[in-house]
């Protein structure tokens, strides 16, 4: 009997355990499926084309879409931001009831949807009658939120991610760049600060400094700069309609100006005085609102010419150098690439002068990476107060690169343990890394 008794509990056991198996394990959604209920609404998100938000600081925005592009319209007239708007879209057609709470609440109050924090409305093409979701407060867990239909008693939950999708005030929905052109072709960039003026000009695929002096411009740096700018977006909107006195914001006197040149068109940017700790007031020279930007941006703005200048001392790389001359002192070597004897012989590097003879290719080619490698770390101007050396050179180096097509020379001078290079053509001075410039010294050395 006994034993009887025993088996009929191991069979209950099982049966508890198989029973477990199933319906909590077998039924368990899928790592990384989130569990969900019924959709809220069966709208498709191309279909949507007008979305009225209540925010929980009480602000209330519509939006419509017109040949494929939204609008805000109320409570202002502005271009919308699509990412915002496209989110909006999106979780419209994604919210789902994940579980009814009370299908006949006697009190919304506890719920936070006597008057809901958020509302979303919205209307498909061709209907006349909104669909509107009301969003009331987190559960005590934080991780959903209670929310009903205006048409239904039933108070459900949808997920507590949706809170930072659907609350979202005015200025979070309206586009917030703060300067709208076309990056590709801008081929002209002028900064006006104080008394300063620097020009920038774009010929092809090169960008050159045309103000205050005339030198080739860093294309990664001045590519930077305009794309800074491009990308740049408003922190707070001060002044919707602008002012009279823009003494109030310092744009009677800005602070700095940059102006994108697009062949005939401008785009131009005005940057005020401090609007707090980390934000100064700006506007768009062809819009009448005030708005703050990240200080950061002026910062960018006003970099000095010097920071915009190429910092490559050398245009040539090793692989397009066709011959290199290096003066030190009284001796001056002449090496030239020639072609190799044979068939399929590769090109090589020779020493003509003063005396000819082949050169080793690695230990010349170690010699052509180091002096093309050599960058400025800062720049002076020659004939000023710094001592550069380069009245008595310490080398002089001239290379002719792209199948001789180019030339360019540069003067090394020593003062003290520093070491200077100038390229002819280009004003000043650039102070460099007397470790790299010493490199190069010791690599031509072991070729000689």
Do not use: H
Not at 362 to 367: G, K, R
């Amino acid at each position: 009997m006994r034993g009887v008794k025993s088996l009929l509990v191991l069979v209950v056991v099982l049966a508890g355990l198989g029973a477990y198996v199933y319906f909590v394990e077998w039924k368990k959604p899928e790592a990384g499926e989130a569990a969900s209920g019924p959709k809220v609404f069966s709208a498709k998100a191309d279909a949507i084309d007008e979305i009225t938000v209540k925010a929980a600081n009480g602000d209330r925005t519509t939006l419509a879409k017109t040949n494929g592009t939204w609008r805000i319209t109320e409570p202002l007239a502005a271009p919308a931001d699509e990412a915002e708007v496209s989110g909006l879209v999106s979780n419209i057609c994604a919210v789902d009831n994940t579980r009814t709470v009370d299908e006949n609440p006697g009190d919304l109050k506890q719920f936070g949807l006597a008057e809901p924090r958020v509302e979303i409305a919205f209307k498909t093409a061709g209907s006349k009658q909104a669909q509107r979701l009301l969003i009331g407060d987190k559960t005590a867990t934080l991780g959903d939120l209670y929310a009903k239909l205006p048409n239904e008693k039933k108070v459900f939950l949808i997920s507590g991610s949706f809170d930072s999708t659907f609350n979202r005030n005015t200025f979070d929905l309206r586009l917030k760049t703060v300067l709208v052109f076309e990056r590709d072709k801008v081929d002209q960039v002028t900064v006006q600060s104080g008394a300063t003026t620097v020009e920038l000009a774009r010929s092809a695929s090169e960008w050159k400094l045309d103000k205050p002096y005339q030198a080739p411009a860093d294309y990664g740096t001045v590519e930077g700069l305009v794309g800074r700018v491009q990308s740049a977006q408003m922190k707070s909107i001060t002044s919707q309609e602008g002012s009279a006195d823009l003494k109030a914001y310092g744009l009677d006197k800005p602070a700095a100006t940059v102006t994108f040149g697009m062949g005939s068109s401008r785009a131009t940017l005005m940057f005020g005085a401090k609007a707090d700790a980390s934000t100064v007031y700006a506007r768009d020279a062809s819009r009448p609102m005030v708005f703050t930007v990240d200080s950061s941006l002026l910062d960018d703005v006003k970099k000095p010419a010097d920071q915009l200048r190429r910092k490559d001392i050398f245009e040539f790389r090793a692989f397009n150098a066709t011959s290199i001359q290096i003066t030190r002192g009284a001796d001056t070597l002449f090496f030239e690439k020639v072609k190799g004897q044979g068939k399929d012989a590769a090109e090589k590097w020779r020493q003509t002068r003063p005396a000819a003879k082949d050169v080793d290719a690695s230990a010349f080619d170690t010699v052509l990476t180091k002096l093309a490698n050599q960058r400025a770390q800062s720049f002076v101007e020659t004939g000023g107060k710094t001592k550069t050396g380069l009245d008595s050179p310490a080398m002089v180096v001239v290379v002719r690169f792209d199948d001789g097509k180019k030339e360019e020379k540069v003067t090394f001078g020593r003062a003290g343990s520093d070491v200077y290079a100038a390229v002819a053509g280009q004003p000043g001075a650039a102070k460099i890394d007397t470790t790299e410039f010493e490199d190069a010294v010791k690599a031509l050395d072991a070729v000689k």
